[in-house]
């Protein structure tokens, strides 16, 4: 992107050249009729300057494409991870309700609740099945992470 301010000063001094052949052109006489231009060769520094300039505006276009493409995959990318960032985040809440009622059902066994044991494994087996749906939600975090490596190899 720094090329841009040198391509533009290239670019105003052909077309300053060309202005000026324009303007020191002989003017043709209103009352002959003007013969038929014969085929003018073409400045061959012109002509290469002008090559060069389109070679490099379309090297341009191309970078601007490339990074228009890149910034739309990283915005995907940001709202992918934010949608994670979001469930992770209810994942924890549930996991600190299950944390609490566990501890609850631990101080109720310890002052001898009968009751309390069942409520104590229920509370353990709520905390497990949460625990396994956070490795399976990290294992999907990772293979979604893995996937466009493997499509790039």
């Given at each position: 992107m720094s090329d841009i301010p040198e391509l533009e000063n290239r670019?105003?001094?052909?077309?300053?050249?060309?202005?000026?052949?324009?303007?020191?052109?002989?003017?043709?006489?209103?009352?002959?009729?003007?013969?038929?231009?014969?085929?003018a060769e073409p400045d061959a520094d012109l002509v290469e300057e002008l090559e060069i300039e389109r070679t490099t505006n379309a090297r341009l276009v191309a970078t601007s494409?490339?990074?228009?493409?890149?910034?739309?995959?990283?915005?995907?990318r940001v709202l992918r991870m934010t949608d994670r960032l979001e469930d992770a985040e209810a994942e924890n809440k549930r996991l600190n309700a299950v944390i609490a009622a566990m501890s609850e059902n631990n101080a109720a066994l310890r002052n001898g609740d009968s009751g309390a044991a069942d409520a104590g494994l229920a509370a353990e087996l709520e905390h497990l099945k949460a625990a396994r749906a956070n490795?399976?939600?990290?294992?999907?975090?990772i293979m979604a992470e893995l996937a466009p490596i493997v499509k790039e190899g």
């Open positions: 670019i105003t001094a052909a077309l300053d050249r060309i202005a000026w052949s324009i303007e020191n052109t002989p003017a043709q006489s209103a009352a002959a009729p003007a013969p038929a231009p014969a085929p494409e490339k990074n228009v493409a890149r910034i739309e995959r990283l915005e995907t490795d399976l939600a990290e294992l999907d975090d």
